[in-house]
Each structure stands twice: as C-alpha cells, then as structure tokens.
T-cell receptor, first 115, second 114 residues
Framework: AQTVTQSQPEMSVQEAETVTLSCTYD???????LFWYKQPPSRQMILVIR??????QNATENRFSVNFQKAAKSFSLKISDSQLGDAAMYFC????????????FGTGTRLQVTL | DVKVTQSSRYLVKRTGEKVFLECVQD?????MFWYRQDPGLGLRLIYF???????EKGDIPEGYSVSREKKERFSLILESASTNQTSMYLC?????????????FGQGTRLTVV
C-alpha cells in the first residue's frame, strides 16, 4: 500500500517570505498523481495544486509551485510571497492510476504566517 | 461552484447510539467518499462509492457502514457509537474516480461520543 509522509508537523514563515513544505511517498508504481490540499481554520479543504507523475515539468499555480523529484519520491510545495491567508493545514495526497483508485493523505503540516 | 454539504458541523452523541452523518453534493458527481481526520494521523478513508448502491471499504471501515440510495447523497452510519469514534468526519465527491480529478470536500462534522 502507498504511504505519504509529511515530516514537518508545523512550519512558520514571515509574511512575504518563501516557505517549502516537504512530502515524500512510497510507491512501486511508475505513473500516479500527486496533490496538495489546504485546510484553513474554516475546515474547508481546497485543492492547491496537482501533478501527474509522468510529466516532468513542475506544476505551478500563481504563488504555489511544486518541486517534483520522481526518483527521490519527493513532492514538496513552495509558497512564495506568503500571505496571512496562507495560514492553514496543508495535506499532501497520492492517487494511483486506475478507475478505482483512492486518495491517500499524509498527516499534514500546519503553516503559521507571521507579520 | 460545486457544493458538498454535511448535515451538521458539530454533533454530540452517547455511547451505543446509532449515528447518521449525511452528505449531499449538487454536481451530479459519480464518486463520493467519507474520511476521518484525527490530529497527527491526517485523513483516513473509511468508505467510498462509485455509483448508486455501490460501496467499497477504505482503510478503516470497522465500526462504520454507508448508504447511497441516491446519487447525490452518501450517508455514513455508526452502528453503535463508541468514544474512539470521536473525530472530525469529512465527506468528499469527485466527477471521475481517478486521475487528476479534484475532490471537493464538505466542511466537516466534528463528532463527540460521550
């Protein structure tokens, strides 16, 4: 079974600075999908960014980008120009290919943004 | 916008009660999921459904069952609530069962079993 590891339970960043959240996963598959979800204090989970494993180019969504290292099985999230609204729990998730695949989540990283 | 609505944000139940958590989505999604969220454990999949009346066990199905009689509604049932089922429960739906499909989540039900 696939596992997703987020080794940083908490992170802190100053407003306008850049922060990187780590995620590693364990799989024997060659193709799969990776996601970062954000859960603010409102509890509403929101998709931040997604990446397909066979695409080597790192995904980018405005201030959010990923560093996808397939050989290292690493999928880190970089948040540039951090804003107060970025404060949230961030979850990394893995999905294998196939029509009956499920999303497997990591344990989450709580990001604090300070002035 | 896709909307996934969970019937309660907070719920307090007694040990041994039968508990129903309801989830409704308004975008005709085929797939619906129930997750449990606990501090330090992340989200763990309880059950999922790919179609009406279809269900599949997730990683932690023990003590739970589900019902999907209509496409838009997916219910999680705690047959006999226990204190170790005190948790945050998140419902999600997606249009397709796999790939890069985005999962849309409800706002969660924080269940306390006393």
């Amino acid at each position: 079974a696939q596992t997703v590891t987020q080794s940083q339970p908490e992170m802190s960043v100053q407003e306008a600075e850049t922060v990187t959240l780590s995620c590693t996963y364990d799989t024997s598959e060659s193709d799969y999908y990776l996601f970062w979800y954000k859960q603010p204090p409102s509890r509403q989970m929101i998709l931040v960014i997604r990446q397909e494993a066979y695409k080597q180019q790192n995904a980018t969504e405005n201030r959010f980008s990923v560093n996808f290292q397939k050989a290292a099985k690493s999928f880190s999230l970089k948040i540039s120009d951090s804003q107060l609204g970025d404060a949230a729990m961030y979850f990394c998730a893995y999905r294998s290919t196939g029509t009956a695949s499920k999303l497997t989540f990591g344990t989450g990283t709580r990001l604090q943004v300070t002035l | 916008d896709v909307k996934v609505t969970q019937s309660s944000r907070y719920l307090v139940k007694r040990t041994g009660e039968k508990v129903f958590l309801e989830c409704v989505q308004d975008m005709d999604h085929e797939n619906m999921f129930w997750y449990r969220q606990d501090p330090g454990l992340g989200l763990r999949l309880i059950y999922f459904s790919y179609d009406v009346k279809m269900k599949e066990k997730g990683d932690i199905p023990e003590g739970y069952s589900v019902s999907r009689e209509k496409k838009e509604r997916f219910s999680l049932i705690l047959e006999s609530a226990s204190t170790n089922q005190t948790s945050m429960y998140l419902c999600a739906s997606s249009l397709y069962p796999g790939g890069l499909t985005e999962a849309f989540f409800g706002q969660g039900t924080r269940l306390t079993v006393v």
